[in-house]
Nanobody, 128 residues
Framework: QVQLVESGGGLVQAGGSLRLSCLAS????????MGWFRQPPGKERQFVAT????????YYADSVKGRFTISRDNAKNTVYLQMNSLKPEETAVYYC?????????????????????WGQGTQVTVSS
């Protein structure tokens, strides 16, 4: 079955960096656009970043532009999220997700409902 396993979360001071990884199995990785979402305590899950099947197209939430970078290694079935200059309000559970894309290899979406598969999440805590 499809599994998405996130890793790399933890406790970091404000202004610090973390790199999240998400290893996918049970699917043909290159058929999927990949996304990162986060859910702060008591809030809804929100879009962070997405990357197309080829890796040639990326989109970011306005709040993370210039600080976060999404990338993927199709040979390793892995998507990454490099997070720099972290802020306390970015404390959340971070989830990766997979969206099956037919045809256009540069398609990527910010819409949570379009993602078919989700990981269990990894906790990121940013202390002030």
């Amino acid at each position: 079955q499809v599994q998405l396993v996130e890793s790399g979360g933890g406790l970091v001071q404000a202004g610090g960096s973390l790199r999240l990884s998400c290893l996918a199995s049970g699917l043909t990785f290159t058929n999927y656009a990949m996304g990162w979402f986060r859910q702060p305590p008591g809030k809804e899950r929100q879009f962070v970043a997405t990357i197309s099947r080829s890796g040639g197209t990326t989109y970011y939430a306005d709040s993370v532009k210039g600080r976060f970078t999404i990338s993927r290694d199709n040979a390793k079935n892995t998507v990454y999220l490099q997070m720099n200059s972290l802020k306390p309000e970015e404390t959340a559970v971070y989830y990766c997700a997979a969206d099956r894309v037919f045809g256009y290899s540069e398609y990527a979406t910010k819409i949570r409902g379009e993602y078919e598969y989700w990981g269990q999440g990894t906790q990121v805590t940013v202390s002030s």
